[in-house]
């Protein structure tokens, strides 16, 4: 069965950088495109980054363009890398699966997520 | 950005009743549209994508329907275990966006 299961969360300061890991088992991970969510506490989701299947191509939204990069390797796990942090970059990190391999797809699975805490 | 809005933020039903909630895209998102569902302390759950398709194993008292930009997720026969938040989403064009939430509470 599909697992994701993220790490690296944590408390930094503002300024700070955090790496974010995904371990990403029970599929083709070569050949899905994954995504990273966010939940701010109590809050909605958003999404924070895209990677295709072949890392070939990264997407992100204005709010952290520049400051945070996606990637992924072939031991089969996916990261984020995040620079400059802010306090509204607090959140649960979600590691997502889209629901197929390439093209615009839901997201079909999910991790637990971890905590990001930004925060002096 | 596309901005997706749903209604109400919260509805209030009773078991076994039907809920109906609503979502808008500001611009078409054609038939790209997914739902999910969120329980306190969990990881959202895919409930239907494509508008209309549910995803596996998603009961059949749940259902979606809508294109463009209307979009409806209907649940019959409400049980304990879907009082929870939901979410629409559209993955039409970068950057996908999610609505706001609409809780479903316990009448």
């Known amino acids: 069965q599909v697992q994701l299961v993220e790490s690296g969360g944590g408390v930094v300061q503002p300024g700070g950088s955090l790496r974010l890991s995904c371990a990403a088992s029970g599929f083709p991970f070569s050949s899905y495109g994954m995504h990273w969510v966010r939940q701010a506490p109590g809050g909605g989701l958003e999404w924070v980054s895209f990677?295709?299947?072949?890392?070939?191509?990264e997407y992100y939204p204005d709010s952290v363009k520049g400051r945070f990069t996606i990637s992924r390797d072939k031991s089969n796990t996916l990261y984020l890398q995040m620079n400059n942090l802010r306090p509204d970059d607090t959140a649960i990190y979600y590691c997502?699966?889209?629901?197929?391999?390439?093209?615009?797809?839901?997201?079909?699975?999910w991790g637990q997520g971890t905590l990001v805490t930004v925060s002096t | 950005e596309i901005v997706m809005t749903q209604s109400p933020a919260t509805l209030s039903v009773s078991p076994g009743e039907r809920a109906t909630l609503s979502c808008w895209a500001s611009q078409s998102v054609s038939s790209n549209l997914a739902w999910y569902q969120q329980i306190p302390g969990q990881a959202p759950r895919l409930l239907i994508f494509g508008a209309s398709t549910r995803a596996t194993g998603v009961p059949a008292r749940f259902s979606g329907s809508g294109s463009g930009t209307e979009f409806t997720l209907t649940i019959t026969s409400l049980q304990s275990e879907d009082f929870a938040v939901y979410y629409c989403q559209h993955y039409y064009r970068w950057p996908y966006t999610f609505g706001q939430g609409t809780k479903l509470e316990i009448k």
């Open positions: 997502v699966r889209q629901r197929t391999g390439g093209g615009y797809s839901s997201f079909a699975y």
């Open positions: 990677i295709t299947y072949d890392g070939s191509s």
